[in-house]
């Protein structure tokens, strides 16, 4: 049964609702929808009368229109395969439509290598002047030259049939892709200013698409999105009203209120459609709940209000709305709630916020020093001569990543870092979710949602005790937002009806992004890596072991790596960087959860999206044969920084200089001699003398010196490495 709904209280509004039931019990159901305006209601009916002749002669016109292609023998253009024109083999169907047919075609006349798409219409039961057509079709795509639009080179007649050969995109729908791919909101947004801007271009040059819809726009391998069929750019004006969507070349769902009423249809009419189609995509990904999804989605739905007059106009105007949304500016024509206004501005403001309250001690001492009477004047500059000389050293060092960390620490204000737990050890239980592991890193303000509750276990049946900040929510979720940069533990105890407890300890490293909160007592100054290693510390890229003696934290640099600590170190480093985007996973590797020596169970889950994203790359074709506690040979790192550089400087790396290694035997493979170059080249991985020593174990050090050399490439793959 139709459940109203009077959010919208347009006729069109209370039409589509109806769309959901049968055409004969829409009519009978419009009387459901009490509060509404007689002559909206009015104006409803007479919406479904349209709809209903509509349908029925859209059930003709189709039954027409296939009784017809059968007997003047239209079905031979699904059989064309083989076929020859103008050099080019058609060689498989790609797809059939209202208007013909189109099919892949490769040259075959030897002069050289292309695939193209080509197009053939049917000599249109409804459009006797198909040859027209398609060279307006043509016209049209000839004067455009965008890459996100597909080119057409030539147009001619086959037997009886009009055909245009164009680019051949090799690609997916923007809808499939979307679900295919888990994208971010700012990787969909990249994509989305890319179709407006070759929408743009073809308004430009006074050209209307008139059909927009997710399956006119493919996205090829590159996540380039190419923008297709224009076929009823040009023509769509000249259409008597009465001919029904299909017959007319558009779809109802993104048409324009002008388009579906048979009027002359306009730029307008394409940033409707659009814009529809772009807020749809966006809201089946992403939550309104989220501010800046709720502020794009007001954007695009003022850009497809039914009134043409109050519609946002033109495509630039919508792209500077959308800019503007994205950071946080509400555009003024569109309304939210003053909430939402704060919230803006707290958005767009948080930076200057965060540094004018962290600069608000040092303000406030050097007013105390100014304001201070009858001080003696050499007291007085020797105060300010102090206090300019920490500003320095404090800025300075921030800047070369040198010991901020230290002056900040030795202040009498250092001491609000929260002091680790002792009780540090990995507790595995019966109750709780194999996919939790101890070590969590965040941010300050940034909402943490870690799903505790194992499968088979319902939170209706459990008892939670949590020593510590946050709590457990009905769907099994750990939840909290920390406001202070520290280490913070939070233990969990779960009683299962009635029954004993089970506990897991949790660990966050919760940072602000400029604040290190953590010191590492067994790295010296004078360890040749002691800069590279907090510089990653201040990231969040390494934590360190806690120290049993007094709760502190060591970093065992000269320690040997792991496999699975340095993919940690190299993944989170290139993450930073934006090399790689690493993203959750909830599938899990057997191989990850090992037994010790000493009997305990060791669980590296965290490892999950390293070498979720390493198989996807190739850089991992075996995940489930991963040793995670395996020595990190000199080679293998090599391997796996040589794969990153790939991703972060291709072309430096097709170019890179050739080095002789007087080892070069020790290699396993021509291939690993290669990755030893490239890091070389780069000045990743330290030359001995004229050897590269491939078999040498690494050192946690030695890792971490690597992962902040990455985080510190500059934008040339020659320049010099920090």
């Known amino acids: 049964m139709l459940v109203p709904n009077l959010n919208g209280s347009s006729a069109f509004d209370i039409f589509e609702q109806l769309l959901e039931l049968p055409a004969d019990k829409m009519m009978h159901n419009v009387n459901s929808f009490e509060g509404i305006d007689s002559s909206v209601i009015e104006e409803v009916k007479s919406l479904i009368q349209a709809h209903l002749l509509n349908k029925r002669d859209m059930f003709l016109s189709s039954l027409i229109s296939q009784s017809a292609k059968s ?152 996540k380039r999105p190419v923008l297709l069929d224009f076929g009823i750019s040009k023509h769509l004006v000249d259409m008597p009203a009465i001919l029904a969507p299909e017959v007319q070349g558009f779809t109802p769902n993104f048409s324009s209120p002008e388009q579906r009423n048979g009027e002359a249809v306009g730029v307008s009419s394409d940033v409707y459609s659009a814009a529809k189609m772009l807020n749809t995509l966006m809201l089946k990904r992403f939550s309104d709940a989220e501010l800046r999804v709720r502020l794009l989605s007001l954007v695009f739905k003022q850009a497809y209000l039914e009134d043409v007059k109050v519609r946002t106009p033109d495509v630039e105007s919508l792209q500077n709305m959308l800019i503007s949304a994205m950071h946080f500016q509400v555009p003024k024509e569109i ?116 799903k505790v509750v194992g499968k088979g276990n319902h939170v209706s049946d459990l008892a939670f005790k949590v020593t510590g900040p946050g709590y457990v929510s009905n769907e099994g979720y750990y939840r909290h937002t920390f406001t202070q940069v520290g280490i913070h533990t939070v233990t969990i105890e779960a009683q299962k009806h009635g029954l004993g407890y089970d506990k897991l300890v949790l660990r966050f490293v919760i940072r602000d992004g400029h604040g290190l909160p953590i010191q590492f007592k067994d790295v010296p100054a004078t360890h040749p890596h002691y800069n590279n290693i907090h510089y990653l510390a201040m990231r969040g890229v390494v934590i360190g072991r806690p120290d049993k003696g007094d709760g502190g934290r060591i970093f065992q640099p000269q320690q040997v790596a792991k496999q699975a600590e340095a993919l940690s170190i190299l993944f989170l480093s290139a993450h930073q960087k934006g090399v790689i985007t690493l993203t959750k996973t909830s599938h899990h590797f057997h191989n990850l ?130």
């Open 71 to 222: 007997a003047l023998g239209y079905d031979e253009l699904l059989h064309l395969s083989g076929v020859v024109i103008e050099g080019f083999e058609l060689t498989a169907l790609l797809g059939e439509g209202g208007q013909g047919v189109v099919y892949k075609a490769i040259r075959c006349d030897g002069k050289f290598d292309q695939t193209v798409a080509v197009k053939l219409l049917y000599p249109a039961f409804n459009m006797p002047k198909e040859a027209i057509a398609i060279s307006v079709e043509a016209q049209s795509l000839a004067k455009l030259n965008h890459g996100s639009i597909a080119r057409v080179f030539t147009i001619g007649q086959h037997h009886d049939y009009c055909y245009m050969i164009m680019d051949f995109i090799n690609g997916e729908s923007l809808d499939t892709f979307f679900a295919n791919y888990a994208l971010t909101l700012d990787d969909m947004l990249e994509l989305f200013f890319k179709i407006l801007s070759a929408l743009a271009h073809a308004h430009d040059q006074g050209i209307v698409h008139a059909d927009i819809k997710p399956s006119n726009i493919l996205v090829d391998m590159d």
């Open 335 to 450: 309304n939210i709630s003053l909430v939402d206004k704060l919230k803006c501005i707290v958005y767009r403001y948080k930076y200057l916020l965060v540094s004018f309250v962290l600069t608000l001690p040092v303000l406030f001492t050097v007013l105390n020093v100014l304001s201070t009477k009858n001080a003696e004047l050499a007291q007085q500059k020797n105060e300010n001569d102090k206090a300019i000389d920490y500003l320095e050293r404090l800025f300075e060092a921030h800047e070369n990543n040198g010991e901020f960390f230290d002056i900040l620490n030795s202040s009498t204000e250092s001491g609000h870092l929260e002091t680790v737990s002792e009780d540090e050890e990995q507790v595995y239980s019966k109750l709780f979710s194999e996919h939790v592991f101890t070590n969590h890193g965040g941010k300050i303000r940034e909402p943490i949602a870690l």
């Open 593 to 722: 959860r090992l037994v010790n020596d000493k009997g305990d169970i060791e669980d590296f889950t965290w490892a999950n999206a390293y070498l979720v994203y390493g198989n996807k790359a190739g850089f991992m074709p075996y995940p489930e044969q991963f040793d995670p506690k395996k020595p990190v040979s000199k080679e293998w790192l090599a391997m796996i920084v040589s794969q990153l550089l790939e991703l972060y400087d291709p072309d430096g790396v097709d170019s890179f200089s050739h080095y002789g290694f007087s080892d070069s035997t020790e290699f396993n493979s021509d291939q690993s001699l290669r990755y030893g170059q490239l890091c070389a080249f780069y000045q990743l991985c330290d030359v001995h003398g004229s050897q590269f020593q491939p078999k040498r174990a690494m050192t946690r050090g030695e890792v971490a010196n690597i992962g902040a050399k990455i985080l510190q490439m500059t934008m040339h793959a020659n320049a010099s490495v920090n």
